[in-house]
């Protein structure tokens, strides 16, 4: 009973605050795109050109805001997760297009443990590291990291253009 009532609190608190859960979620997730951003410049250009389009060192600043952007992809997706499960949970229209993008999310969530930004750039660049993958499998892994763009694209279209409203 406890447990009932526990989350029956839960999901009363998240549906009165709905609207600013979307809004929380979209403005985190839309920071990825500077993630992406650093991912195509500095990785993928890399790795096609041989060349940085960014050329950042270790030592400098802009990665450490390209670092502590990419930390915020979790709060991002925790948002991002709750707003579309209970958007299925409450039985919305377009109910498949949200599982859809509540799988992109969920893979995004796999992929932060399974392997992070480091390990790719490792494979990719660096010397031996104490985790080696494949260079097929960094390559799934940053593409992985662009199934954010879909739920950018829906959350910008909730937010902004149809100002959804719960």
Do not use: C
Request: charged content about 15%; hydrophobic content about 55%; aromatic content about 16%.
């Amino acid at each position: 009973m406890f447990v009932s009532a526990a989350l029956q609190k839960l999901l009363g608190f998240w549906r009165r605050y709905e609207n600013l859960n979307l809004k929380v979620a979209f403005v985190l997730i839309l920071l990825q795109l500077i993630h992406l951003y650093w991912l195509t410049a500095d990785v993928v250009v890399k790795m096609i050109t041989g060349n940085s389009a960014l050329g950042l060192q270790i030592s400098s600043p802009l990665l450490l805001f390209f670092v502590v952007i990419d930390y915020i992809e979790i709060p991002a997706l925790a948002a991002g997760v709750t707003y579309y499960a209970l958007s299925i949970y409450k039985h919305q229209k377009g109910s498949d297009k949200n599982a859809l993008l509540l799988a992109m999310l969920s893979v995004q969530v796999f992929h932060i443990f399974w392997i992070t930004d480091e390990v790719v750039y490792e494979t990719f660049f660096g010397s031996a590291s104490a985790v080696e993958i494949p260079y097929y499998v960094a390559w799934i892994a940053i593409l992985i990291d662009y199934l954010e763009l879909p739920v950018i694209a829906d959350l910008f279209y909730r937010t902004i253009v149809k100002g959804e409203r719960s």
